[in-house]
Structures are given as C-alpha cells and as structure tokens.
C-alpha cells in the first residue's frame, strides 16, 4: 500500500472532534449560540466550543469542562484561562458542577 501524502488524523483525534461537534451542537439547541462568558451572540466568526481547562492541562471535553463562546473570549481565555471573569455564566456552571461531583 502507498502512503499518502495527506496525514490522517488518528482514531483518538476524530473522536475527540465528534465529541466537540456534538457537545456543540446540544449546548446551542440548549441556550442559543449566545457567548457564555460575555453574553453576545456573535454572527461572524461563529460561536466556538471553549474549554474551561484546557485539554492540553488535563481539561476534558464534557458539559463540566466546555462552555460556548465568542472568538473574543475565545482568544482571550484560551491561552489564559485563570483570567477567565469569575462571574460568567459558563464560570458559574463550571463551578457548579464541581460542586456536585463533591
Ligand atoms: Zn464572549
């Protein structure tokens, strides 16, 4: 068989974007494509699928851990996301839910 040029994404990776696909799908049949952190609902680029914690620092991709978001917020709590205001409705069910898990 001939490689192909094109690297495939592995099985772990297309998982990983269904499961973000999906997850975003029902949080904006939920609440609307409405910013979770800021509360805009951006037309143009398109809400986006944030996580709390990151993945690269252990975060998970569930309903605990994700929130939707403008590109704004996006960009800006992505890279910091301790920075993240306190008082955001996404911060406050993040919360939340590790409360219940206790
Ligand atoms: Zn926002």
Request: proline share 7%; with cysteine; hydrophobic share 30%.
């Amino acid at each position: 068989m001939k490689r192909s040029s094109i690297n495939p994404i592995s099985k772990k990776q297309s998982l990983e974007l269904e499961k973000r696909r999906e997850l975003k799908a029902a949080l904006i049949r939920e609440r609307g494509a409405v910013c979770m952190t800021c509360g805009v609902r951006p037309v143009f680029p398109p809400i986006s699928l944030s996580h709390i914690i990151p993945l690269s620092r252990g975060g998970k991709t569930d309903r605990s851990n994700a929130v939707l978001e403008c590109n704004n917020c996006h960009q800006s709590y992505e890279k910091k996301p301790e920075t993240r205001p306190v008082d955001s409705i996404g911060y406050k069910l993040w919360l939340a839910q590790k409360e219940d898990e206790k």
